[in-house]
């Protein structure tokens, strides 16, 4: 393979796009867009979360008053709260499933106010209000113990520990810390969408224009495939550059805000990102690259497209359900599938700590896949980078990847015929 | 003799069941312009693309430019396709900068080549314009000087002058002939006979796959002149001895007479003088034109 002709390829694929109007909306307007969608599934979620799903919780009780010994429920939530007398039989009933996490009030709370909330994953909003209000009908019954009134005037400060992880979250920035990562996540995928996109239109329009026959004499089919996901990977990590530094600002503006301290991209989300960023890109571009270049115009490949975006894009879809119970049956199921991973590890990772063993079984489907899509790819663009038939069907292209191109299409000049 | 800069031996194309190419043998010389003539699906676009290895052939083998196709090989080749492509939306000048840089150039080099060639076609005025605000007749002009920007040493070039004005025509013309005086060899594939006649010396002509006619322009065209004469004036043309068939032109003026065999053209002239009614104007051999013999070998009335 000839480096120098593939770098010449990638550059002039990279700064190409790079000046094209279409391309710059994607990068700097879908974000926003998206953004605003995600902000509305998760407003739209949380409200809709009344702690259904998470109940009930435990109460341990340390404070040296007892302040919770009479086991008073809140009126609102009459059913939420279990007492428990130790951390051990806390712990126990969370791995027998009794329950979903407790509240560990220290004999500090008195003094601090502060709480900690032991889950197995983040806790809705409404949690923070319920908290409330047990202190509240807890200290009620109890006039008499000689509290500070600052505990009356602000009852609890909950931080939440998810028990399997290292993340905290405290009762303001709850919201926009999941909010965050969920997004930061979101846009890593979408950023090799946008690219891959990008990159099978190039095709499809050097197809369509006919100039392609002209590179075929310059370049070899597979040099020419490896510099167009050249270029727009790195238009790609470009976007992403784009995103982390857009993140980077918006973070530095926010942490003005006192409830907004403490919110930040956790490091190994971010290492977990880029390698999700690498494996889906090299999926969608693949994927896409073989799209186009057997399609005859833009229009068609665009419809193609829908058999690779559609699974990359479910997770997205089903954001609800991610939110209620990311460790849920769907979240996992979703984590584990090599074209739903990226998207679906990504949004977890805001949510919860998603266990290494999935995380690993992801990234090996995801490489494995990865491979095969190439290999499929390097196929099919070679099969298709001069046939002007017509566009081959789904039982069409598995023809071609099977080595069977010889009778789809008229016009069609054969895979094993190109050189490579 | 240095050896050919193409060399065919019994190459076979198939398409599926359609055989595209059969078994034909032809050889291009250093500097000559070559001429592939035949009617659509005679294969010849199969066979420029197997010469070019974008497609292989089932059998046979060729050798450019001294041996197989290689990537450098590749570098010394320009290629205009029948399907003409151009970026429509890049700059003309960025363009045909990038696709001579694909061919090896320097940056330098291809930028320096583009504007020179942008300069003779009259076209440097536009070097800053997208390919889509270009007249149709500018971008055949512009594909042709992407296919000679790297200075190729063998030109391949399938219908060059296809919707192209006589003026336009005549420039690409001027443009090939000096090529080939600096030594570049090109084969061209057209439907415009005249242009062969004029510019080419030696030509293959392909008919469903198979070679129909071979060797130079003269030789294709003496070797079926022997047996006729052109004659303009009046009279009864058929009644003549030694006239096997007499071919009338349509304002009755010129007929072209077929021979009888063993008849020469002396023999021809004196019995024409000699036939009563018969009044000669003009006397000449009849050298077919290469239209009417293509239209021949198509109508299969003439054998390879």
Known sequence: MNMTKVWLIAMQEFWSNLKRPSFLFAVFGTPILVAASIGLGVLTGSSGDDLGSYSPVGVLDRTEQGIFSNQVQPEEYPDLFVWVTDEASARQAMTDGELVGYIDFSPEYVASGKATLYGLRSAPEDLFDAADSLVLANLSATVELPLPTARIENSADLTITVLDGNRTFDSDSVFFITLLPLMFGFFLVLASMTTSSFLMNTLSEEKANRIMEILITSVRPLELLAGKVLGMGLLGLLQVVVFLVAGVVGLSIAQQQDFLLGLSIPPDMIVLALVYYILSYFLLAAGLAGIGAISNSEQESRQLSVIIVMPVMLPYMAIVTFLLDPNGAIPTIFSLIPFTSPMAIMMRSGLTTVPAWQIAVSIIGLIVTDLLILWGASRLFRWGILSYGKTPGLRGIWQVLRGRGDSVGQTAVKAKEVTS | ?304
């Open chain 2, 1 to 304: 003799m240095t050896s050919p800069v193409i060399s065919v031996q019994n190459v076979t194309k198939n398409y599926g069941s359609f055989r595209a190419v059969s078994d034909i043998s032809f050889e291009v010389q250093q500097g000559e312009i070559f001429a592939m003539l035949g009617p659509n699906g005679a294969g010849k676009s199969t066979t420029m693309r197997m010469i070019l290895d974008i497609i292989k052939p089932d059998s046979g083998t060729i050798s450019v430019l001294g041996g197989k196709m290689t990537d450098a090989i590749k570098d010394k080749i320009g290629y205009l396709p029948e399907e003409r492509g151009l970026y429509r939306g890049v700059k003309l000048l960025e363009m045909m900068s990038y696709l001579g840089r694909l061919k090896g150039m320097s940056r330098g080099d291809a930028n320096a080549r583009a504007l020179e060639l942008l300069k003779y076609l009259e076209l440097d005025s536009h070097a800053k314009k997208k390919v889509s605000e270009l007249s149709k007749g500018m971008q055949q002009k512009i594909q042709f000087a992407v296919t000679v920007m790297h200075r190729p040493q063998l030109i391949i070039v399938d219908e060059p002058f296809s919707g192209l004005d006589p003026v336009n025509t005549r420039v690409l013309m001027d443009l090939l002939m000096t090529l080939r005086k600096d030594g570049t060899t090109i084969v061209m594939s057209t439907h415009q006979m005249f242009q062969v006649e004029e510019l080419c010396e030696r030509l293959l002509m392909m008919n469903k796959g198979t070679v129909a006619l071979y060797g130079t322009v003269d030789e294709v065209r003496s070797r079926y002149a022997t047996h006729a004469i052109e004659v303009e004036g009046k009279g009864d043309w058929a009644s003549v001895p030694g006239v096997a068939h007499a071919d009338i032109s349509e304002n009755g003026r010129t007929a072209v007479l077929q021979l009888k065999e063993g008849t020469t053209s002396n023999d021809m002239l004196t019995a024409l003088a000699q036939t009563p009614g018969v009044e000669v104007q003009k006397f000449a051999q009849a050298v077919p034109r290469l239209n009417d013999i293509f239209i021949r070998v198509v109508e299969g009335r003439v054998n390879a």
